[in-house]
């Protein structure tokens, strides 16, 4: 029977972290991030093994949703519909939800902190703000969902900026000088906006909400960038990604500091990549074949994480470090959907030892 994983470290008190163990000196790069957990948690549910493994989203530490969607390896019908889960203490325990359109050709879910979305194509979007109590249906993207982007997003018909005013994403009246915008990253009335243009990596910062732009200059990358990510980490420190044009190898990594952005170019990174997050305090979490490391100091460091390749790393809105993937492994800052056991749910907190 399939089942998933939940796992949360935000209702885990931490205590300061210990030095690294002799059995793995250079695994453990500073920051105050886990070095190890000790804490499982599985419940038992009833599902059914025709349904494939679930599809596991956390808003933030404790609240988060599981979807099992796949039912004999087709999309769920009447005879085997489509069932929703819900936690709100971190994965220890899981209720089951009344889905609202248990049978449809394809079902998405997405949330975010107060909101649960679920997309059952072709019969429209369902939205619930009380926990998946009640839902209210919609033909079209329901707003709440496109305010949860962000303050600041980019019109995707247009390629501009612009700022949600509650009901609509209103463009920016004046634009940054910045071509090809592939992301937009914002903190209060900051913004951060990045793009390539021509091959080369271009950004631009505003400190008062869209007023003023300034293009800072960025230094050359360490070869080709397709993809030029903004990220503004947990401490306030904004970053650039450059995705490489196969999107496996390590990527080109700036960080804002004095009159524009300096490459990052840490020691002994690998060759090939999963996800990279930017974490705060000069740091950036990195999953890929290797397992998890970390760039810290101008070097990279092994970390004696269970995250492997399929691992996909992202930061929630309450700054809980999340992997999601489907293997056997998982981290204990991450909601993921793996096997564990007939029929179960289970979470992994971390702890400091």
């Not at 979807?67 to 325990?93: E, I, M, N, Q, W």
């Not at 609202?100 to 369902?126: C, D, F, I, K, M």
């Not at 950036?284 to 810290?296: E, K, L, R, Y």
């Amino acid at each position: 029977m399939p089942v998933l994983t939940a796992c949360s470290i935000g209702d885990v008190r931490r205590r300061p972290p210990v030095a690294p163990t002799p059995s793995a000196p250079a695994t453990t790069a500073p920051g105050p991030l886990p070095a190890s957990f000790d804490e499982v948690r599985r419940v038992r549910v009833a599902v059914s093994e025709r349904y494939d493994r679930p599809y596991v989203e956390f808003a933030d530490a404790r609240d988060g949703y599981a979807l099992f969607a796949v039912c004999d390896g087709k999309p769920a019908a009447p005879a085997c519909p489509a069932l929703l889960y819900g936690t709100a203490d971190g994965g220890r325990s899981w209720r089951k939800l009344r889905h609202p359109r248990p049978s449809a050709a394809n079902q998405q879910l997405y949330t975010a902190p107060g909101l649960l979305v679920l997309l059952s194509e072709p019969h429209g979007w369902y939205t619930s703000t009380d926990g998946g109590a009640t839902f209210t249906h919609s033909r079209s993207t329901p707003p709440l969902w496109v305010g949860a982007q962000g303050r600041f997003q980019i019109v995707e018909s247009t390629g501009k900026v612009a700022e949600w005013d509650g009901r609509r994403l209103r463009p920016l009246a004046k634009q940054p000088d910045v071509p090809g915008i592939n992301t937009v990253a914002s903190r209060d009335d900051r913004i951060v906006v990045a793009g390539v243009h021509d091959g080369r990596p271009v950004a631009a910062v505003s400190p008062d909400g869209g007023r003023r732009w300034w293009r800072l200059a960025v230094s050359p990358p360490d070869g080709e960038v397709g993809v030029l990510r903004a990220v503004i980490d947990a401490t306030g420190t904004a970053w650039l990604v450059g995705e490489r044009p196969d999107r496996t190898s390590f990527p080109a990594l700036w960080r804002e500091g004095g009159p524009g952005w300096e490459l990052v170019q840490p020691e002994d990174r690998p060759e090939r990549i999963r996800s990279v997050v930017p974490v705060g305090g000069g740091m950036v979490v990195v999953t890929g074949p290797d397992g998890a490391g970390m760039v810290a100091g101008g070097r990279y460091h092994r970390m004696n994480w269970p995250l492997t390749a399929e691992h996909h790393l992202m930061v929630l809105a309450d700054g809980t470090l999340c992997a999601v993937g489907r293997t056997t492994s998982s981290w204990p800052a991450s909601p993921s959907a793996r096997r564990v056991g007939p029929g179960s749910l289970s979470s992994t907190a971390d702890r400091y030892v």
